[in-house]
């Protein structure tokens, strides 16, 4: 178990490689610009894994991310868990290969369905056996693997709601 003040190994080189490029920047007007953006990510590295860490499905996850990833931790540690931190109890798939994450949400209006239904279709045609596929369920803390052999995509609870928090 990882005390406050420690970060999972993935994460921990996402924050050393942001720092290792912001103190590689010379001062330039030109290099502001960058300099400002990769504080803002460090700033948000930290920040998610500070409101996320004790959640029991993050720990799930962060289990998952740290035994599979090896490259762009960032997908899981920036990106799924701003999402999650956006929209905390809409259920989701989870997509994890060694290069990263993503998260495919399962409610939403009929274009972000639609859109999430075709890159599902993607995932099973494209990457095949290279990642592993999760439903995720915020409400309760279930994370279920799902049998890419006999899941089909047409059968995913996907639910169209035009008036949910996911329009776009």
Known sequence: MLTATEYPAGLQ?????????????SRSVYLDRECAEQS????????????????????QMT????????????????????????????PFLWVVRSTGTHIVWLEGSRRVVQSNRDFLRSVYRVWGDEQVLYHAIPANSTLRKLDLATTEPSSLPFKIREDGPITS
């Open 13 to 25: 080189r996402e924050i050393n490689a942001t720092t290792a490029r912001l103190a590689s920047y």
């Open 40 to 59: 803002k990510r460090l700033e948000d590295l930290r920040g998610n894994w500070e409101r996320m860490k004790d959640n029991l499905l993050v720990r």
């Open 63 to 90: 289990e998952i991310v740290e035994s599979t990833v090896t490259n762009c931790h960032a997908d899981f540690y920036l990106w799924d868990l701003d999402a999650m931190t956006r929209f905390p109890d809409v």
